[in-house]
């Protein structure tokens, strides 16, 4: 197991010069019921009512 126990993100390039992918992962994180029933209409290309997310 590694000495640091932290998980990290920044400028980042594997070998193939790919970045880490954090950035399109975090796009998924959201903050309020509006914001996500906002994005998972986008993503799933389906309406969502507010009311089933809170």
Same mark, same amino acid.
């Given at each position: 197991?590694?000495? &640091?126990?932290? +998980? +990290?993100?920044?400028?980042?390039?594997?070998? &193939? @010069?790919? &970045? !880490? @992918?954090?950035?399109?992962?975090? @796009?998924?994180?959201?903050?309020? $019921?509006?914001?996500?029933? !906002? +994005? %998972?209409?986008?993503?799933? &290309?389906? $309406?969502? %009512?507010?009311? %089933?997310?809170?």
């Amino acid at each position: 197991m590694p000495e &640091d126990q932290h +998980w +990290w993100t920044g400028e980042l390039e594997d070998a &193939d @010069g790919r &970045d !880490d @992918g954090s950035g399109f992962l975090f @796009g998924y994180l959201v903050q309020t $019921p509006e914001e996500y029933v !906002d +994005w %998972a209409e986008t993503y799933f &290309d389906q $309406p969502l %009512a507010l009311d %089933a997310v809170r």
